[in-house]
């Protein structure tokens, strides 16, 4: 079993950018699906970003030209690097493991979830 530890959020201002990691331990992520999800207060988890076990990329509209996904094989690391970062980008984020190659939009497909980082943006 995937344990999925994030960092990288905090409190930046508008414009600005950071970098979420999700650390893994327990398999490594070099032939898995892994996405990027987050949830604003009383709002559904949405979204964010998935790439497959060949390097293929997806993102939502809303982060689409703004947002990077990307692994480390070596670190067994999964990164989501953030740019031009709005208000309503405030979220908790989370990453995922989808064991099935389930469609990589929906949550119901990811079988094991990191505790979530918090981002916040301030306009």
């Known amino acids: 079993q995937v344990q999925l530890v994030e960092s990288g959020g905090g409190l930046v201002q508008a414009g600005g950018s950071l970098r979420l990691s999700c650390a893994a331990s327990g398999r490594t992520l070099d032939r898995r699906l892994m996405g990027w999800f987050r949830q604003a207060p009383g709002k559904e988890r949405e979204f964010v970003g998935a790439?497959?076990?060949?390097?293929?990329?997806y993102y939502a509209d809303s982060v689409k030209g703004r947002s990077t996904i990307s692994k480390d094989n070596a670190l067994n690391t999964l990164y989501l690097q953030m740019n031009s970062l709005k208000p309503e980008d405030t979220a908790v984020y989370y990453c995922a493991e989808n064991v099935r190659n389930g469609y990589y939009r929906d949550s119901k497909n990811y079988d094991y979830w990191g505790q979530g980082t918090q981002v916040t943006v301030s306009s």
């Open positions: 790439i497959g076990w060949i390097g293929m990329k």
